[in-house]
């Protein structure tokens, strides 16, 4: 019986040799609980040693083997060749990022809005850090912990309509992470990143479009991360206008 193959398309970019991508086609064995990563790591080991892409964990965790596929963002190692086969695979880089080699985009950019929103927990400075626990309840928990799931992996950025137009919107991710924060009863930093949060390049681009929920591979729900923030955002201009603040 003869082996079964599948096609597998990619998107080859080499900026320093190359004036603009172009797909390269590769035929591998075709197995039924082969990924598409496991596809990749085939061509890299016994046909083509040149290829480039991110990958690590193969677990669906550590977030770094997205990409395009069939033009829709997935994780290659939890994205299979049965729901292809026996049609061809199309690989591109994520969508909305720079190509900085093949599969492999440059993500500076994110990290650089990642860090504008302090993802972390955050202390008055007069706050006695060493002397006592901080401890959280089933209930705090519970309104933070869906945010926590987020792996960075970029696939809600690529979905993100408003991240096409506008690379400086702050984006999915970074807002749910900064969420995360805001609703942590131990965070006492939500003032500072509203700030960042709540202008032009904030919160209020976001046309709640709900793409990036659709594609996060964790249900983190970024969508609803967002939404929760202008609400949040609104209640607070609405309480500074009236004519009594608390403890008054």
Known sequence: MPELTIDIEVLRYRPETDDEPSYQTYTVPYQDDWSVLDALNHIKDHMDGSISYRWSCHMAVCGSCGMMIDDVPHLSCKTFLRDYYPNKVKLDPLANFPIERDLVVNIEGFLEKLESVKPYLIHAPDDPLNETEYLET???????????????????????????????????????????????????????????????????????VGACSEVCPKQVDPAAAVQQIKVASVFDWYKSLLPFQDGE
């Not at 950025?157 to 009863?185: I, K, M, Q």
């Open 138 to 208: 089933p209930a705090e928990l519970i309104r933070f912990k869906q945010y926590t799931m987020c792996i960075n992996c970029l696939l809600c950025y690529s979905a993100c309509p408003e991240f096409a137009l506008d690379p400086d919107f702050t984006g999915p991710a970074a807002l749910t992470l900064a969420h995360r924060y805001n609703v942590d009863a131990r965070d006492q930093g939500t003032a500072e990143r509203t700030r960042i949060m709540n202008t032009e390049k904030g919160v209020w681009p976001c046309m709640f």
